[in-house]
């Protein structure tokens, strides 16, 4: 760290941990509002301008379930999105579907009936369930636990388009043991009768989101960095997300402190809605500041889930491509590690994709890979009513609060932004190149291998400059912001700016999927006249994203 008073204080950090175990915060109660008013008065003693703002958000709280087969009653819970049903439930055969992939669904007759799956419930399985006529789904836990998980394949809060998305089936889970008997019995032959019953509290209602800024420049049109978390919790959600909370308020205080030394702003963000809306608070905010986000934001930092007692692992969090050389150096110097480097998931708070924001982290330390396949690697008691304050390694929180610190410290101080367009291109490079060789002549796409040689040029340009007037420097940095806003959205979008993908899980570059469907056809085939029309439209809308991209680079480049 470049200055000594920029090292986390244990104290301030296990005092926040001992303030978040004291409220269970689901989206848009009072129990979580009266959180947030801690959040805001620390914010304001370190010297933010605070709004608690509050808006419209489709929230689903699961309350009452009931598993029963054959008379007998099954310790179970219900999920976030499920469908809600009277007293009595629903009944229907119980058929065992493996893990739930597309392939396990593939040519199985499921209407009407329950589907038994070994995993915890997710959206993928939801949206394939529901697609199938399905009843409903039973999900069997890894281990004894019971997994609280939202369900909706909907990114944010449904809109007249997207709501029919949600999920049309009972959702519950049982215990691994309860679930080994029912796959047994399946096993064997035998028909197993379920009834599934699930109280779920879903709609429109207020939810909380603070906002808090430091300009010091005093420029309100000035570029700045958005820090964000959620705050909403399952049960009281220490380490998730109450260790992220923790090492949010710490960062922001110490780079207070310092803030005559930053070179652009700090936009902090605690975001409601993340467990119980499917991401609804980061994506009302994109939406509604889309147009201040568009012009101003340069980097995105989310973190999550920081100070997991085991938490060891320091190499396998999201980072976007062209900052994937700050976290490298960052975790490795601070720990030792080599950062993988891994491509984001569609998870996380990651609602600015399509406004063309480069992101980092999400969860940032992780358990080390265990005997049992979990959802993740954040611990065994991760959303359980277990995510206590005991589960909190003070040691393990300042770490992970020092690489968040260490990371923002660059962002907010390098004169120009430590974003580098060379790993972009070569990553987009080796995805372009397969798909020439896929494609066999089909269609032309050198155009967009010269223009990505053309970008790994002009970026490399940009990170030889060496030290530049300060006009020049601000020129370089506004380049490569207006660049982000093109090439983002090709690496982790379908291509749309203005409306959000859905929230399951997506291919790597999205953008080329009409490229790569073109080139999945057999030679000769009668369906390539009409996948070439769609995969020149592909082509054109990477071609164009290219050319703008290096057309603000190379302007920044002129003298």
């Excluded at 620390?42 to 605070?50: H, I, V």
């Excluded at 509290?201 to 958005?226: I, S, Y």
């Excluded at 940095?477 to 806003?485: K, V």
């Excluded at 080329?512 to 369906?527: D, V």
Aim: hydrophobic letters at 40%; aromatic letters at 6%; charged letters at 20%.
């Amino acid at each position: 760290m470049p200055d000594p008073a920029l090292q986390p204080d244990r104290d301030h950090l296990m005092a926040h941990i001992r303030e978040f175990a004291r409220r269970v915060k689901l989206s848009g109660t009072p129990e979580e509002l009266a959180s947030f008013h801690y959040l805001q008065a620390q914010m304001d003693s370190y010297g933010y301008r605070t709004q608690l703002l509050s808006h419209d958000a489709f929230i689903s709280l699961p309350g009452a379930a009931k598993v029963e087969i054959e008379g007998e009653s099954l310790r179970c819970i219900t999920h976030s999105m499920s469908v809600s049903t009277a007293a009595a439930g629903i009944s229907g055969d119980l058929a065992y579907v493996g893990e739930g992939t597309e392939a396990d669904f593939a040519g199985k007759d499921l209407a009407g009936k329950i589907v038994l799956v070994d995993g915890i419930a997710t959206e993928e399985v939801a949206a394939l369930a529901s697609a199938a006529g399905a009843l409903g789904e039973l999900h069997v836990s890894p281990n004894e636990h019971l997994y609280e998980m939202c369900v909706s394949p909907v990114w944010g809060s449904p809109s007249q388009h997207t709501r029919s998305q949600l999920p049309k089936t009972v959702i519950c889970t049982i215990a691994r043991d309860d679930g080994v008997r029912l796959r047994e019995r399946l096993a064997r032959g035998e028909t197993v009768r379920a009834t599934l019953a699930a109280q779920v509290d879903t709609g429109w209602r207020k939810t909380p989101l603070l906002v808090a800024e430091l300009q010091p420049t005093g420029d309100a049109e000035a570029p700045f960095v958005l820090f964000s978390g959620h705050h909403d919790t399952w049960h009281f959600g220490v380490m998730d997300n109450g260790g992220a909370n923790a090492t949010m308020l710490e960062a922001a205080r110490l780079l207070a402190l310092h803030a005559s030394d930053w070179q652009r702003g700090l936009h902090v963000c605690f975001w409601s809605g993340h467990s119980h809306g499917r991401y609804s608070g980061s994506a009302w905010y994109a939406d509604e500041y889309f147009d201040e986000l568009d012009r101003r934001c340069a980097v995105h930092v989310n973190v999550d889930s920081t100070g997991g007692e085991g938490a060891t692992v320091l190499t396998n969090s999201g980072v976007i491509d062209e900052l994937k050389p700050l976290a490298a150096d960052v975790v490795e110097r601070l720990t030792g590690q080599k950062h993988a480097g891994r491509r984001h998931g569609r998870a996380a708070d990651q609602s600015f994709w399509g406004v063309g924001i480069p992101s980092m982290f999400g969860s940032l330390s992780h358990q080390p890979p265990g005997p049992v396949k979990m959802l993740t690697a954040l611990g065994w008691w991760w959303h359980t009513p277990h995510d206590t304050a005991e589960h909190i390694d003070p040691d393990n929180l300042s770490r992970d609060t020092r690489i968040v610190l260490e990371v923002l410290w660059r962002l907010l101080t390098a004169p120009v932004l430590p974003l580098d367009y060379t790993v972009y291109a070569d990553a987009l490079g080796r995805q372009v190149a397969q798909l020439q060789t896929e494609l066999a002549g089909r269609i032309d796409i050198a155009g967009l291998a010269n223009a990505i040689d053309e970008l790994r040029s002009n970026a490399k340009a940009i990170l030889e400059a060496g030290d530049v007037a300060p006009e020049r420097t601000a020129r370089i940095n506004g380049a490569l912001m207006r660049a982000g806003r093109h090439l983002v959205p090709l690496n982790y979008t379908s291509g749309e700016r203005f409306h959000h993908d859905s929230a399951l899980s997506h291919p790597a570059w999205p953008s080329l999927e009409g490229l790569r469907a073109l080139a999945s056809l057999p030679l000769g085939s009668q369906e390539t006249a009409f996948y070439a029309v769609h995969a020149r439209q592909v082509r054109n809308r990477v071609a164009h994203a290219l050319r703008e991209a290096n057309t603000a680079l190379r302007a920044a480049l002129e003298d």
